[in-house]
């Protein structure tokens, strides 16, 4: 069975830091491109960034490019998300989302809350 | 980037009732539309890919159609498990992105 198991959030103070990981299982984590979704209290849904399968290739949303960095390895199948100079606006449950092929991100977490506050 | 204007933000129906929501894109892509459902304090799940493909374990009162850069879910007769926010995402090109959202409740 598939599962995505994401840790590392928590409360941080504006313009710091945190790390968020994400540990697949049940499938060969190195064959799919991951992705970050996060989405704010009572609010949508918004991509935060992408990862290829073999880590070559990263994406971002302009919300968080430039402070926000996505990384994998594939030997401890993990994807990681480093966060940095946070904002309020942060604030959100942070998804891992397994993205099969190019058309739809098949398996989701159940997220880690970020808490962007004084 | 891809704009996806989802419409309508929220709707009010009943059990049985034949519901559609509408995403419509800023430029094309290529058929490259999903559609999820999410229930509150869940992950959401695919319902559609590809515009058009229903995923599989889906059951087949969702649908979805795609003209030009307008695209359509529907559910052909609501029922009470499908009470729930529908969301599209484009993933044609970076970055990605969803609609706002369609909350479906009932009325």
């Known amino acids: 069975e598939v599962e995505l198991l994401e840790s590392g959030g928590g409360l941080v103070q504006p313009g710091g830091s945190l790390r968020l990981s994400c540990a697949p299982s049940?499938?060969?984590?190195?064959?799919?491109?991951m992705n970050w979704v996060r989405q704010a209290p009572g609010k949508g849904l918004e991509w935060v960034s992408g990862?290829?399968?073999?880590?070559?290739?990263?994406y971002y949303a302009d919300s968080v490019r430039g402070r926000f960095t996505i990384s994998r390895d594939n030997s401890k199948n993990t994807v990681f998300l480093q966060m940095s100079s946070l904002r309020a606006e942060d604030t959100a449950l942070y998804y891992c989302?397994?993205?099969?092929?190019?058309?739809?991100?098949?398996?989701w977490g159940q997220g880690t809350l970020v808490t962007v506050s004084s | 980037d891809i704009q996806l204007t989802q419409s309508p933000s929220f709707l009010s129906a009943s059990v049985g009732d034949r519901v559609t929501i509408t995403c419509r894109a800023s430029?094309?892509?290529?058929?490259?539309l999903a559609w999820y459902q999410q229930k509150p304090g869940k992950a959401p799940k695919v319902l559609i890919y590809?515009?058009?493909t229903l995923q599989g374990g889906v059951p087949s009162r969702f649908s979805g159609s795609e003209s030009g850069t307008e695209f359509t879910l529907t559910i052909s007769s609501l029922q009470p498990e499908d009470f729930a926010t529908y969301y599209c995402?484009?993933?044609?090109?970076?970055?990605?992105?969803f609609g706002g959202g369609t909350k479906v409740e009932i009325k």
């Open positions: 989302a397994r993205r099969p092929g190019s058309y739809y991100f098949d398996s």
């Open positions: 990862i290829s399968d073999s880590g070559d290739r990263t």
């Open positions: 995402q484009q993933l044609n090109n970076y970055p990605l992105t």
């Open positions: 430029q094309g892509i290529s058929s490259s």
């Open positions: 049940g499938f060969t984590f190195s064959s799919y491109a």
């Open positions: 590809a515009a058009s």
